[in-house]
Each structure stands twice: as C-alpha cells, then as structure tokens.
C-alpha cells in the first residue's frame, strides 16, 4: 500500500521529532551525570581532607571518566544525526519518485 504524501510528511516530521527527543535526554543525562561527579569529587575532596594522596592523580582520573562518557555522547548525538539524515534522504527519494510519476 502506497503512502499518501501528508502520510509521508506526517511520518518524517514523526521520526525527526523522535530524534530530537533523543538529544534532548541525552544531553539532560550528561547534564545530570556532570552535576553528580561534581557532587561526588567534592564529597571525597571533603572526605579525605586529613588523607594524604595524589589530588592531581585523583582529578585526572575523573577527568578521563568524564571524557569517555562525553565522547559517547557525542557520538551517539552524530549517530542520531545521521539517522535523521537518512530519513530526509529517504523522504526526498520517495517525493521525488511520487513526482515523477
């Protein structure tokens, strides 16, 4: 069965809205994950105030922690852009193959 052309607007506008939602938790998780290891580094820095040991080391540590999962991130965010490039892509193809008919 053939799709009508608002059919095929209505499903695009759909998907892309879904990809949209996709960053946008995304980007609030990351938010979220940045505020709670700035929570956590303060309540260890608290914590070990008396204890000698490496804040350099300890500090490098998270940051590697913290760059793995913003390197996830980013590229989960380009995954989605390229799924919501090929829906546009498809979209066209089958506008165009609609037109010519």
Do not use: C, P
């Amino acid at each position: 069965m053939r799709q009508t052309k608002q059919e095929m607007v209505e499903e695009y506008l759909y998907k892309k809205r879904q990809f949209n939602a996709q960053r946008m938790e995304l980007s609030d998780r990351l938010a979220g994950f940045r505020r709670e290891t700035e929570q956590l580094v303060a309540q260890v820095m608290y914590l070990t105030r008396n204890d000698i040991w490496d804040r350099a080391q300890f500090y490098r540590a998270v940051e590697v922690s913290a760059a793995k999962v913003e390197q996830g991130a980013t590229d989960y965010t380009r995954y989605l852009a390229d799924r919501e490039h090929d829906a546009t892509v498809e979209y066209k193809r089958q506008i165009d193959r609609r037109h010519d008919q």
